[in-house]
């Protein structure tokens, strides 16, 4: 089985120097760079025109940026240490998240389906969940992982469940219902870059410093298989919305999409040289798996007709 893809659109020099950060919704393309502003491509329009800039938003650049399912919150993290909410119908400035730690050490973010809850990664270790129905912005659960960099973090669909991946290559699942720690998870030795619970929460997805993609079994802990392929660290992973399908970015200027049915490689894009610090699927539309790419450029893809097969 394979899966061939067409570039649809690039956008070159969408930001003044290279792009971390990526959101998704249904509308908007979020993107982040290490200049200051915060920009809003289209997502359903095929020119993918620029709807909006939030100026200023992070003065020393933005390194992370989740949106909720639902398209209505955003929220950033910047190299200066701010975490900024964004209102994506009004297309506003929407609060600040205060957290203990001192400015600066926040790096990790993940934001529930719904908005409501904002999962964040510091700098020592610490990983904390905060409550953004109204402010002040409550902090709800607060994780130790034995003073280890944060350096990503994720949510399960429903929000029970959070995940966290550390520059040791510590992964830790939580349950936030009981505030209790449920999986050290064991076999990743360098710096884990991306972690991602899939649509039904079974599985989680993790990638890192260590060129393989280890899925584990949520439930028991356990390494249920890999992937192998990349040939240097791999930035971001994520899922199809049905599940089926995982895509990384790496170092090494490819993204892959993986089949979880066959526990293979099905389609690898390598049109750049250069890292790409981010892939994500984007909101299914017909029967066709389309998705972004960000790095020097914004690139958007989509499937081929027909493809699938093979």
């Known amino acids: 089985m394979s899966k061939q893809y067409l570039t649809a659109h690039t956008i070159d020099n969408a930001h003044e120097s290279s792009i971390y950060a990526l959101g998704i919704t249904a509308d908007y393309t979020l993107t982040g760079s290490g200049s200051s502003a915060i920009k809003l491509h289209s997502t359903k329009d095929a020119a993918h025109p620029l709807v909006h800039t939030f100026i200023d938003a992070h003065k020393l650049g933005c390194h992370h940026i989740a949106a909720s399912k639902t398209g209505k919150r955003a929220i950033s993290a910047g190299f200066e240490g701010s975490l900024k909410i964004w209102d ?121 410093d260590f060129q393989v993609i280890a899925v584990y079994d949520v439930h028991s802990g356990e390494q249920v298989f890999n992937f192998t392929g990349h040939t240097s660290w791999v930035f971001s992973i994520g899922w199809s919305e049905t599940g089926q399908f995982l895509v990384t970015s790496s170092f090494d200027g490819k993204t892959k999409i993986w089949s979880m049915d066959t526990r293979t490689c099905v389609t690898t894009l390598g049109e750049s040289n250069q890292p790409i610090f981010c892939a994500s699927f984007l909101p299914k539309i017909g029967s066709g798996e389309n998705l972004v790419t960000i790095g020097t450029a914004i690139t958007y893809y989509r499937e081929a007709s027909g493809a699938g097969t093979g």
């Not at 902090?139 to 520059?167: M, P, W």
């Open 88 to 208: 994506l119908e009004n297309l506003e400035a929407n609060g600040e998240i205060s957290d203990a730690n001192k400015g600066g050490q926040v790096w990790a973010i993940a934001l529930s389906a719904d908005g409501s809850r904002c999962l964040t990664g510091s700098h020592n270790g610490r990983v904390r969940i905060w409550d953004l129905d109204k402010e002040p912005f409550l902090q709800l659960r607060d994780y130790e992982t034995k003073n280890i960099f944060t350096l990503c973090v994720d949510l399960s669909a429903d929000a029970k469940l959070a995940a966290s991946g550390h520059e040791n290559g510590g992964v830790y699942i939580f349950n936030n219902e009981t505030g209790r720690m449920l999986h050290s998870l064991t076999g990743l030795m360098k710096p884990v870059r991306s972690i991602s619970f899939s649509p039904s929460s079974k599985l989680l997805a993790v990638c890192g």
